[in-house]
């Protein structure tokens, strides 16, 4: 299988050695960072270095898949690039509804993906999933389009009523498929509302729209793999201006919904929430 | 430095309680805490903190996977409130394990002691059983099971290894890289005073009367199980009808079979023995 990496102008080669950032700010023993370079150890799957947001070298260990070491190149390492770039990730799934660009922010199980899917079958447009770059100019706040896929539990598809046809497993082990979609978005689309999903073990949704600082502060959260930025002092300085912008804006909604629920109670929620 | 205090115990055995005190006795307040400031002990498996402070997304990673990177996640906790001085308090639900790199999950060199909370297992089978909304004989059956864990499948907590219940405890009792305090529930709730103070003694604290009379006031069990039925409690799984149940010792006879007991013991016959739940005569003694 062909190694993919999400975006264009990065080399991606395979190496037989690991050259570790020369001056990393951030390190830990399978983590280190400087404000160009990058190094992951993703134990078992492969090494990754990357440098000044256009190269990415993967070094395998011995009996890796080929789709274990993909899904870590389009996930942290991937994140590594856009933050030498200091082209703003945060750590959402983004769809365009009702003309409007929308990103689902949450962490890891908050059902970002879910809730995407189930918007792309009623009506919303898939742009990305888990990580949405945000592009920052004078003229506005776009959602640049990567080349990613949805991926989903076997039950969130289940849920979805998705029948699985022979999907793509991310990885050997897990019972996590690529869903393939058809209409996707490949042009940049204006950002207009950010929802931050959470769980609860409560019945019922909470909704919390935010201003102000609570805003800013809810938004850099969201920023994807924000601990990179320990060691990357410059971009963490220019996003600080970038989410200032963002923040003034577009709309922030925290919707905490129960850890057992209807994905599509959960999309009704958002929807009403982008209408009124 | 050895600055993280564990918390350590099988589900349902009294950590949660005593989470509740120590967060009481920290505030040295004359008002109860609320059950959201529990969050002074947050759980070693939050998977948040794993994919905030690791980089990965857990559940993307195998169990065996994620253990690899559990020590470095407590070392950078550690590090994190070195500069503080204080101590980071930690429950943890997993038994005491290596990884597969041969280091145990919690490193030595940050762990100060731990705090191991144990209940009869009759009484945790039963209040496992409504925690997890499940029938008592897969509460027994869970209780028996060496490959037991909980969490880790696609949201929520990390995978934590549990064993048995008696290697669950086992593992705490014997390993010798961090000084362990077995406590037992019942002596919780029969000599609170006596049992706490001694708690509190081994963690470091100046034995205080007076501080500990009122953390044992304003964390009383009856005074949580009415904050829970107010406010919920985040704790709780969502098909359990309340974290809190009844916190009763014996309350197996009400609703263990005969049979049920019989393999509880049988099982756990000598751990039973060592922590006097069962007496020299071989009789229950709870």
Redesign the interface.
Known sequence: MEIRFPFEGVEVAYSRNVVKPSFPILS????EIGEREFY?D???VAQYTSANGEEVHIIPYEGADVSSIQ??LT??VF?SILHQRCLLPFHGSSFEYKGKGIVICG????GKSSVTASFCQNGGRFINDDITPIKVSDSGMTIVPIKSRIKL?D?ALLKLKIENENFEK??P??N?FYLPLQDTSTIEQQLNHVFILS?????GFVVNELCGMAKHNALRNQIY????LEGMPEAEKSYFKQLFQIAKTIRVTQITR???CNINDVMDCIKKEIDR | MKNTLWLVSYPKSGNTWFRMFLANYLKNITEPVSLDEIESAPISSNAVDFEDLIGLNPFELTAEEVNFYRPDLYRILSQNTENTGEITYKKTHDAYTLNSNGEPLFPEEISKSAVCFVRNPLDVCVSYANHSADKIDSSVDFLLKEEAHLAGNKTGQLCQQLFSWKNHVASWKEQIQIPVHIIRYEDMRLNPIATFGSIMTFMGFEYDEERLKKALINSDFKLLQQMEREKGFREKVQNCKSFFWKGKIGNYREHLSEEQIQRIVEYNYDMMRNLGYIDEQGNLTV
């Open positions: 830990r023993p399978f983590l992951l993703v134990r078992n899904l870590f996930g942290s994140g962490t890891a199980g908050a539990w039950d991310i990885r082990t897990l996590k769980i609860h073990n409560k019945d793999r924000k601990m990179y129960p850890s057992i």
